[in-house]
């Protein structure tokens, strides 16, 4: 029974925290970070789901294979908003070269709004892979095993 109010709570919570990831990622350009807080709130909800489902099938869900292409992806979005905004002529991560013109500071919102992104997707598959690795260990041996 006890099992069975785990998994109908986990089922009700899932949504929601993935909701409210997206909230701080998406609103992280407005207000100081999200990235970071974002992707361990994204992956928090798989690591519910793990504890209440069991590893396999979240595993079905988020494949550790994709998780390598999601950190490697998050860091060549954060490197390259900067790598973009040297060859626009500014400095490195200089976001005011994005939207030159604008007096409502649109390359800063969009600037940062990519960072965030790569912050974001990378904090929440290096969170993954983290558990992933920890929890798929095998147990150590005990010495009658030997």
Same mark, same amino acid.
């Given at each position: 029974?006890?099992?069975?109010?785990?998994?109908?709570?986990?089922?009700?919570?899932?949504?929601?925290i993935?909701?409210?990831?997206?909230?701080?990622?998406?609103?992280?350009?407005?207000?100081?970070?999200?990235?970071?807080?974002? @992707?361990?709130?994204?992956?928090?909800?798989?690591i519910?789901?793990?504890?209440?489902?069991?590893?396999?099938?979240?595993?079905?869900?988020?494949?550790?294979?994709?998780?390598?292409?999601?950190?490697?992806?998050?860091?060549?979005? *954060?490197? @390259?908003? @900067?790598?973009?905004?040297?060859?626009?002529?500014?400095?490195?991560?200089?976001?005011?070269?994005?939207?030159?013109?604008?007096?409502?500071?649109?390359?800063?919102?969009?600037?940062?709004?990519?960072?965030?992104? @790569?912050?974001?997707?990378?904090?929440?598959?290096?969170?993954?892979?983290?558990? *992933?690795?920890?929890?798929?260990?095998?147990?150590?041996?005990?010495?009658?095993?030997?």
């Amino acid at each position: 029974m006890g099992h069975l109010i785990l998994r109908i709570t986990i089922k009700l919570l899932f949504a929601p925290i993935i909701l409210f990831a997206f909230y701080v990622q998406f609103h992280g350009d407005y207000g100081p970070g999200g990235g970071f807080q974002a @992707g361990v709130v994204l992956a928090v909800a798989f690591i519910l789901h793990a504890l209440g489902f069991g590893l396999v099938a979240t595993k079905k869900v988020v494949p550790p294979a994709l998780l390598p292409w999601a950190m490697a992806m998050g860091v060549l979005l *954060y490197g @390259g908003t @900067g790598v973009l905004t040297l060859l626009l002529g500014g400095n490195y991560l200089d976001y005011d070269v994005l939207q030159p013109d604008s007096h409502h500071h649109a390359g800063q919102h969009m600037g940062i709004f990519f960072v965030e992104l @790569g912050v974001g997707l990378a904090v929440a598959a290096t969170m993954l892979q983290i558990f *992933y690795a920890f929890s798929g260990r095998e147990p150590e041996p005990r010495d009658e095993e030997w």
